[in-house]
């Protein structure tokens, strides 16, 4: 018997502790979130606890019916933290080939442990909008090389688990212990970072303005 929606989302987030609602919450409060684009998202639907319309990737074969489930909607509305009705979307598939060019532009892209998302899904992010990207993928690190992209906080996590966002001595994060600056095409290749003096445990960073490159 497949496993409920609820029960899937309560054994990979709830019950550790890993919705990172918080975190989402920081956005929203200091840059006026109201839409995002989730690619590689599994189920973590927690973005839409405080985010209003939130459009959500994977190829995953259980987000479909986790996604279409009615108790997933239930769950959202009675959390929500906003007035209006949830707006959840779903899209199955890569999300490199299945994005449609027509949806968007989003206030927010968010990658989390999913590859390379700041590059893939740039386009589908508004010019002045944020990227929310950790470096476990080495995503983060794609960005900070990128020119279409500038850091402007980072995340810190306190004890207890909470995020902490700072926009103070930005310039103090990726600077490598080896000194020598990692080229775009050494970081594409790796699938880890290097080893920086000072990590954070995410980072944001705003897009420029005009078409990305
Ligand atoms: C480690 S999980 C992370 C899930 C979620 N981002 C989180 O932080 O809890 C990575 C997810 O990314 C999805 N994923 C990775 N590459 C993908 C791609 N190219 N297209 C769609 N989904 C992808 C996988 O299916 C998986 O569900």
New binding site residues.
């Given amino acids: 018997m497949p496993e409920s929606a609820i029960a899937l989302y309560h054994q990979h987030y709830v019950e550790k502790d890993f919705e990172r609602i918080d975190m989402f919450r920081l956005l929203v409060d200091r840059f006026g979130t109201r839409t995002a684009l989730y ?4 189920v ?1 639907v927690s973005p839409s606890l405080v985010i209003p319309s939130v459009t959500y ?4 074969r259980r987000c479909p019916s986790f996604f279409a489930d009615p108790a997933i909607q239930a769950m959202v509305e009675e959390r929500r933290e906003y007035p209006e009705q949830p707006d959840i979307r779903f899209i199955a ?4 080939t299945t994005i449609p060019d027509d949806v968007g532009p989003f206030d927010l892209l968010i990658s ?4 390379p998302v700041s590059q893939v899904c740039k386009r589908w992010l508004r010019a002045g909008g944020i990227l929310l990207a950790n470096d476990s993928h080495v995503d983060a690190s794609l960005a900070q090389v990128d020119p279409d992209y500038r850091l402007v906080a980072v995340l810190e996590r306190r004890s207890g688990g909470r995020h902490l966002l700072s926009e103070d001595d930005l310039d103090a994060f990726f600077l490598p212990k080896s000194g020598v600056p990692p080229e775009p095409s050494e970081l594409q290749r790796r699938t880890r970072p290097p080893r920086y003096t000072r990590v954070a445990a995410q980072y944001l960073f705003r897009r420029r303005a005009g078409p990305p490159g």
């Fill in positions: 690619p590689g998202s599994f973590h990737v994977d190829s995953d598939g890569d999300y490199a989390q442990w999913a590859g």
